[in-house]
C-alpha cells in the first residue's frame, strides 16, 4: 500500500467469526501510525475472552513500535445488600425464559466472584441475565422460567436463604451493552414480610404478656416464582393458622419496646374483601382467652415489611399496621373490640 499515516480513532481492522455467533471485533488504535515508504508493519492480534489486546511491531529494516489495547469498556464493579458468603446463581435469558447457561457467583466484602466466571464474549450486545438469590432455591430447567415454592410454616420462618431476591431483566436492568463488560443488576425482593410487635396496655404490665402465644392465621404460603419475571404469585388455599419466628423485640416510636416482636416470608397476596365481612391475619392467645386481630381488605405487597404493633389492653385489642423497609408502601390501623 501507499505510505501514510493512520490517524487516532481509524478502524484499520475488521474480524468477522461467522461460525460463533456472527461477531465481529472492530480494531481501533488511539494513536496515530506511520506507516513508512520501505518498512513492514506487522499487525499482531491476540484474541482472547473478554477483551483483544493488539501489538504492532515494523520488522528488518528499521525498528518502529506501536502498542495498542482493545478491550470492552470496564468500570469498577461492586456489590451490596448481601451477606459474606451468599451465594446467587445468574442464568442467561432468551425471551421470557432461562436457557441452559447458569454461573453462580459468591458474595464477599462489597463484591462478588466465580469459580466459574462469565465473559462478555460469551453475549452479544442486547443479551439478557437474571440474578437470583439464593443459589440453594430450586434450579429452573432450560425453556422455563419458574419454581414451585412454600413459605415455611414451621421453624424458621423468617431465614435468610428463604427471602428470594430476584434481579430480573428490565430496561437497562441485567442487559448486555454495546462495548461494556459490565452489567447493571437490581435485586428485588419477591415474597412479603410480616412483622407482628406485641405491647401490653392498660390492665396488663409487660411480664402478663410473656405467656401470649402469637399465630398468622389465612396466608397463602405455597406459589410459583418467576425469576425472569422477577414475581411470586400465591396457588392453593390458605394456611389456617402457624406461628410465626420469634425475633429480638423492636423499638417503635412512641410505643417503645415490644413485649415481643415476630416475623414470617409469605407469599404476596390481598386477604380479604373492601365491604365484606373481616377475615382474622392474626391471634393472640393468652390465659386461655384468645383475640383475634381481623382486617376488612389489606394488600401485603412484594418487597414490603408489613408491621403490625398489637397492644393489648383489659378492654380492648389494639392494632395498628405500617409498611416497614424493605420498600415504602401504604399502611392501615384497625382496632379490635
Not at 78 to 91: H, L, M, P, T, V
Not at 212 to 234: D, M, R, Y
Not at 251 to 280: D, F, R, W
Request: aromatic share 8%; glycine share 8%.
Amino acid at each position: 500500500m501507499q505510505p501514510q499515516t493512520v490517524t487516532t480513532g481509524s478502524n484499520i481492522v475488521v474480524i468477522d467469526f461467522p461460525l460463533v455467533g456472527n461477531r465481529q471485533y472492530k480494531l481501533t488504535h488511539d494513536a496515530n501510525i506511520v506507516y513508512k515508504a520501505g518498512e513492514i508493519t506487522n499487525l499482531i492480534i491476540d484474541i482472547k475472552a473478554s477483551d483483544l489486546k493488539v501489538s504492532v511491531s515494523v520488522t528488518d529494516w528499521t525498528s518502529q513500535m506501536h502498542n495498542l489495547f482493545l478491550s470492552f469498556a470496564e468500570a469498577a464493579a461492586s456489590a451490596s445488600g448481601f451477606e459474606n458468603g451468599d451465594q446467587i446463581k445468574f442464568y442467561k435469558v432468551s425471551g421470557s425464559n432461562v436457557t441452559s447457561a447458569q454461573t453462580i457467583y459468591t458474595y464477599n466484602n462489597n463484591a462478588i466472584t466465580s469459580t466459574s466466571p462469565w465473559f462478555r464474549d460469551d453475549f452479544q450486545t442486547g443479551e439478557k441475565l437474571t440474578g437470583v438469590f439464593s443459589a440453594d432455591l430450586p434450579t429452573v430447567a432450560s425453556g422455563a422460567s419458574t419454581f414451585p415454592w412454600v413459605c415455611k410454616s414451621t421453624g424458621v420462618t423468617n431465614a435468610h436463604k428463604d427471602d428470594i431476591i430476584i434481579a430480573a431483566p428490565s430496561g437497562t436492568n441485567g442487559v448486555i451493552n454495546a462495548g461494556s463488560a459490565n452489567v447493571s443488576l437490581n435485586f428485588q425482593h419477591v415474597l412479603s414480610k410480616v412483622t407482628i410487635n406485641l405491647f401490653n396496655g392498660a390492665g396488663f404490665t409487660a411480664s402478663d404478656l410473656v405467656p401470649s402465644v402469637i399465630k398468622l392465621t389465612n396466608f397463602k404460603l405455597s406459589g410459583t416464582v418467576n425469576v425472569v419475571a422477577g414475581t411470586a404469585t400465591p396457588t392453593g388455599t390458605a394456611t389456617a393458622s402457624f406461628s410465626p419466628t420469634s425475633i429480638t423485640p423492636n423499638t417503635v416510636e412512641g410505643k417503645g419496646t415490644a413485649v415481643a416482636s415476630y416475623q414470617a416470608l409469605v407469599m404476596p397476596q390481598v386477604i380479604g374483601t373492601v365491604g365484606g365481612s373481616k377475615t382474622a391475619i392474626a391471634t393472640i392467645t393468652l390465659n386461655g382467652q384468645t383475640y383475634n386481630a381481623e382486617i376488612e381488605s389489606y394488600n401485603f405487597k412484594a418487597g414490603e415489611n408489613h408491621v403490625f404493633n398489637i397492644t393489648l389492653a383489659k378492654t380492648e385489642l389494639q392494632i395498628s399496621a405500617t409498611v416497614a423497609p424493605w420498600l415504602n408502601g401504604t399502611g392501615g390501623s384497625i382496632i379490635i373490640q
